[in-house]
């Protein structure tokens, strides 16, 4: 049985693993923040992301889910859509 989180509580998780992780500036972490183009991460980086997020909900996101996911509130909404 996994885990209910909030919204919130996967936004900050997200917004923890994106900082701390990827060394990205705080302040750039927004929910419409494109994940390729304002945030700069590349595929490598998406597996990466995709893999941290696992280990956090103890489930795996299907390759052709994270194909779709372009911003944070993207990657909320999938972990969200996952863990139901």
Known sequence: MSKE???EEI???LHEI???????DEELVKP??????????DSIDAV?????????????ISPENFK???TVDD????VEELLK
């Open 5 to 7: 989180y909030t919204r």
């Open 32 to 41: 419409e923040a494109n994940l390729f183009e304002d945030l700069e991460l």
């Open 48 to 60: 990466d992301l995709a893999v941290k997020l696992q280990f956090f909900t103890n489930k795996k």
């Open 75 to 78: 990657v909320v909404t999938a």
């Open 11 to 13: 936004y900050n998780k």
């Open 68 to 70: 779709e996911i372009r």
């Open 18 to 24: 994106l900082v701390q992780d990827f060394e990205l």
